[in-house]
């Protein structure tokens, strides 16, 4: 019986303390961020504003080809899933639903923004050197940068 009392270690020296990770602060308003899956692209997407339902924006998000996350496929924010109404079973955090679109679906999207103002800027800058007056020897500068000053205003 003494022997065995020998090897014990004592509870002082067994913490839990030490076998804890080490807490780190969040802000409250800090949405939860799901962990990456490869081919998906995350969003969250608002169903309601002070309490009051946007179903046209979640609709226009539906079409576009975005779909609620839900929580048994997310284990890491299994907490946030809704118990009931519409999106029984998605993750929703104070009106705003998480949801998911194929990465190549928002690739091809992005670039048909692109190509589209592309275009609106060629034609921008084809009307506008059409209202060049061809009898002045003077040439229209185009100058498409912007820069940004901080000052007094005065």
Same mark, same amino acid.
């Given at each position: 019986?003494?022997?065995?009392?020998?090897?014990?270690? @004592?509870?002082?020296?067994? &913490?839990?303390?030490? *076998?804890?990770?080490?807490?780190?602060?969040? *802000?409250?308003?800090?949405? +939860?961020?799901?962990?990456?899956?490869?081919?998906?692209?995350?969003?969250?997407?608002?169903? &309601?504003?002070?309490?009051?339902?946007?179903?046209?924006?979640?609709?226009?998000?539906?079409? !576009?080809?975005? !779909?609620?996350? %839900?929580?048994?496929?997310? +284990?890491?924010?299994?907490?946030?899933?809704?118990?009931?109404?519409?999106?029984?079973?998605?993750? !929703?955090?104070?009106?705003?639903?998480?949801?998911?679109?194929? &990465?190549?679906?928002?690739?091809?999207?992005?670039?048909?923004?692109?190509? %589209?103002?592309?275009?609106?800027? !060629?034609?921008?800058?084809?009307?506008?050197?059409?209202?060049?007056? *061809?009898?002045?020897?003077? *040439?229209?500068?185009?100058?498409?940068?912007? %820069?940004?000053?901080?000052? @007094?205003?005065?």
């Amino acid at each position: 019986m003494e022997q065995l009392e020998l090897n014990r270690k @004592s509870r002082e020296s067994d &913490s839990r303390e030490k *076998a804890q990770r080490p807490m780190v602060w969040r *802000a409250p308003e800090t949405l +939860p961020t799901p962990d990456p899956r490869p081919g998906w692209t995350h969003r969250w997407v608002r169903t &309601s504003s002070m309490g009051i339902a946007d179903p046209g924006n979640i609709s226009s998000k539906f079409r !576009e080809g975005y !779909e609620p996350c %839900k929580g048994d496929e997310y +284990p890491e924010l299994m907490m946030h899933a809704s118990t009931e109404g519409r999106f029984k079973g998605a993750i !929703e955090v104070g009106g705003l639903l998480l949801c998911r679109i194929p &990465s190549e679906i928002l690739a091809s999207r992005m670039q048909q923004h692109d190509e %589209k103002n592309k275009m609106q800027m !060629e034609s921008v800058d084809n009307t506008f050197l059409r209202d060049r007056d *061809a009898r002045s020897n003077m *040439a229209m500068i185009v100058d498409k940068k912007s %820069k940004v000053t901080f000052g @007094s205003g005065t």
